[in-house]
């Protein structure tokens, strides 16, 4: 439909599209592409449970048997997300979204109800199998543990964990026994997760705060700046200890609390640009075309404010990853058994006080990176919106 | 004939921190369907704020409007709540404003934000609201509108922009199209072809434009009524013809006498002295009475006990006593043509009432245009 040859880019496209073209930005995505990668394809990459077997003459996949919802949703939200974005974009943008945002509020709800993996693992079964011969034929994940699976069939007791890097184990193990590579891999999950919904609640509450106070200035503005310094003087760490010393360690809960603090920086952004944009003549225009409330503040002004909050939410993934990653550290992170980054760090101390290097050098260069890359990309994005730095669309 | 648009004696105040300031006072003027009313008037004079007044766009707080009424059509805008506002603007009423470069969203195509207001306004599909905004790209002139529909605003130039504003405001054919100062940004050709796009639109669909300008060629070649505005009121108001053949208020004729004219050989434009009071410290009685040539030349061959010696821009001069005590009101001077000045010969027997100009200029402008480039044939052939 539309002329191929003179695809019109907007403002922000453009800034987009000089961002990706930034070699700093483009190394800090590839990175990030590689956890995405990881986080979606876990159970393939390393995974107690062969992804194909043949035994007694019939093909089944173990892996497939114990999927989780965490990992099927993830698997289809992705699948849905490509073909979306990449396959269908002669489509309008927003119908796109909605299609997207459609999908995977379904795939949640259908897995959670609909998929059921087995309550008990038995991670060595498989292993056993293949020793007794009974399995024909194998396709096993590159890295055949699971991040719970303690090796108890390998028990030895002149060998106690943490075992440091070997032929089997290439990152180690630690002291229950779990292969590190494969930890380092689930965790993948944590840290996108931890950072993307955080920084998502932040910017949600940031932007509606934010736009009411920048749009209806007065006493709307005072108001919503009180609130923005009672919740800009809460120190997050602190309310991450309180709240988990006392109640039970969830990750959900760990994101909101993140988000629930942080989102003051983004709420005196969306207000300084909402105050400037307001009185512009094209919101004035979009009024005095009788548009409504809502699509003026949201249609027109908002798209307008985001450039900005784009930097932060960047430095705020990092700073979401890092702060999760502290509480693991501590401790005080997720529940014992699930993979984190910062909870392989907590070990790398031992029993005897002896550094196991392993168990802090992975996973600390693995947070390096990560938060390093959400900086480089920040930084590439404040670059490119800079309009100081190009001419001002 | 009754008025499309009435406004009777609006008061609008803007409340800042150094006090109340009031932009507009006891504006009244009227536009009839088809009819183009110029408001002329310097910079801060209130044309703008009264224009904005009709839509209800004065930000509130701090605007406020104090009083008075705007009929459109009999019903009371300013009374009208939000919602039944936002169906009279842009369907009923629109307006296009004076920067056509920061008037259109940067991240939307031009046909996203005309077939916005469509949708909204005509209830219609959104393929029938693209049929409508291409239909209307191309009456406004824009050549390919099945392309540039899809182009972005810093794809295009100034006077296209000005064209896709005017696409946008009159997609939704309104009665009343308010033009802020439409072609002030743009540069003179283009100028030329905006206003003659105006006239040829008002042409076909009947509506009423009110045009706010400064510039007295453009309401000499477009308008059919004029009001003119100084210091937060109206100071005169009348047909085209009458005003440039007989202006009876001393700011009109200073107007008229700035405007450069090419057979005069004057090393200095002629101005009017001064600069338009700062609406937080308007002068007492007559507005007008620290520039005005008329009240000084009155005062010199007056008795001193009717005159008042006063400090104004590091001189002083002596004006009459009356300009300084007394604010003028607009009265009837004649058929069709209101002034508020007490030095008209025929103010004091003068009737305040409610200014109504009902007018529609003789010629179209074609015409007109034949008649000057016949006039300048003569002229080579004389």
Redesign the interface.
């Known amino acids: 439909m ?2 191929e040859r ?1 695809v ?5 496209a453009r800034a987009m599209l000089d961002t990706v073209g930034k070699t700093s930005a483009r190394l800090g995505l590839i990175w990030i592409s590689v956890i995405a990668f990881c986080a979606v394809f876990a159970p393939f990459l390393a995974n107690s449970y062969p992804i194909l077997v043949k035994m007694n003459g019939h093909w089944s996949s173990p892996m497939a048997q114990h999927f989780t919802p965490t990992d099927v949703t993830l698997l289809v939200v992705t699948f849905a997300a490509i073909v979306l974005f990449v396959f269908l974009q002669r489509f309008r943008l927003f119908a796109r979204l909605s299609a997207f945002a459609a999908i995977v509020v379904l795939t949640i709800t259908l897995s959670l109800l609909f998929v059921h993996p087995p309550l008990t693992n038995v991670f060595e079964q498989y292993r056993d199998l293949a020793k007794s011969g009974d399995v024909q034929w194998a396709l096993d994940a590159p890295i055949p543990y699971s991040p719970g699976d303690h090796l108890r069939d390998q028990f030895d007791p002149d060998r106690p964990h943490p075992w440091s890097p070997n032929s089997a184990h290439r990152m180690g193990t630690d002291q229950f026994g779990a292969d590190i590579s494969s930890h380092m891999i689930h965790a993948c999950r944590v840290a996108m997760a931890v950072g993307f919904i955080s920084t998502g609640i932040a910017m949600f509450i940031g932007i509606f705060i934010g736009g009411l106070m920048g749009y209806f200035v ?1 006493l709307v503005d005072l108001l919503g700046m009180r609130l923005v310094e009672i919740f800009g003087a809460i120190p997050t760490l602190y309310l991450l200890l309180a709240f988990v010393s006392v109640f039970e360690r969830n990750i959900y809960v760990i994101m909101a609390i993140i988000g629930a603090t942080s989102w003051v920086g983004n709420a005196r952004f969306v207000r300084a640009e909402f105050l400037k944009l307001r ?4 919101v ?9 409330l809502r ?1 003026v503040m949201f ?2 002004v908002l ?2 404010a985001l450039a900005p909050l784009l930097v932060s939410a960047s430095f705020g993934i990092a700073s979401a990853i890092l702060a999760e990653s502290v509480l693991s550290f501590l401790g005080l992170g997720l529940p014992v058994g699930e993979a984190s980054w910062g909870a392989l760090l907590n070990q790398a101390v031992g029993a005897g006080g002896a550094f196991q290097w392993w168990l802090g050098t992975y996973p600390g260069i693995a947070i390096f990176l990560t938060v390093f890359a959400y900086n480089l990309i920040g930084e590439a994005l404040r670059d490119a919106l800079d309009p100081k730095l190009r001419g001002a ?1 | 004939m009754t008025p499309l648009l009435e406004i009777k004696n609006l008061n609008v105040a803007f409340n800042t921190e150094r006090g109340q300031i009031r932009p507009v006072r006891d504006v009244s003027m009227s536009i009839f369907p088809g009819q183009t009313l110029a408001v002329v008037g310097e910079s801060g004079c209130g044309k703008s704020v009264t224009a904005l007044s009709i ?1 209800r ?1 004065i ?1 509130q ?1 701090p605007g406020k409007i104090l009083g008075g009424q705007i009929l459109f059509e009999g019903r009371d805008l300013v009374a009208l709540r939000e919602e039944e506002m ?6 009923e009423i ?2 296009i ?3 056509p470069m ?8 031009i046909g996203d934000q005309i077939v ?2 469509v949708k ?2 005509q209830g219609v599909t959104s393929r029938e609201a693209y049929q409508i905004a291409e239909q209307s790209l191309n009456d406004v002139g824009i050549s390919d509108p099945h ?1 540039r529909i ?3 605003p ?2 295009m130039s100034g006077g296209m922009r000005q064209r896709v ?1 005017i696409a ?2 009159l997609s939704c054919r309104p009665k009343l199209l308010i033009a802020d100062e439409p072609t002030t940004a743009l540069d003179v050709t283009i100028q030329a072809q905006i206003l003659e796009l105006l006239r040829k639109l008002q042409r076909e669909t009947g509506m009423a434009i009110m045009l706010i300008t400064h510039d007295l060629g453009v309401v000499a070649e477009n308008a059919d009524a004029v009001a003119v505005m100084y210091a937060s009121r109206v100071v005169e108001t009348a047909t085209v013809e009458t005003l440039f053949d007989q202006p009876q208020h001393p700011y009109t004729e200073g107007l008229f006498r700035s405007v450069p004219k090419l057979n005069e050989n004057a090393a200095r434009l002629t101005t009017i002295p001064g600069s338009v009071p700062n609406p937080a410290k308007f002068p007492s009685g007559c507005k007008f009475h620290p520039r005005c040539a008329r009240t000084r030349k009155l005062a010199a061959s007056a008795p001193a006990d009717q005159t008042t010696e006063l400090k104004s821009g590091g001189e002083i001069i002596r004006v009459l006593t009356r300009c300084v005590n007394e604010e003028p009101e607009l009265r009837e001077i004649q058929p069709r043509q209101w002034a508020a000045c007490h030095q008209i010969a025929s103010y004091n027997s003068a009737k305040v009432t409610p200014p109504v100009v009902d007018h529609k200029r003789e010629v179209t402008t074609e015409h007109s245009t034949e008649a000057m480039q016949l006039e300048a044939a003569k002229g080579q052939t004389a």
């Open positions: 539309r002329d003179t019109p880019r907007s403002w922000l007065g009185g512009q003549d094209f004035q225009a979009a009024i005095a075309s009788g548009l409504k699509s249609r027109h798209p307008n669309g | 839509l766009l930000p707080p936002q169906r009279v603007r842009g369907k629109a307006m404003f004076q920067e920061t008037s259109l969203n940067p991240v939307y195509t916005e207001a909204l306004h392309r899809h182009e972005y810093h794809q504003m946008m405001a």
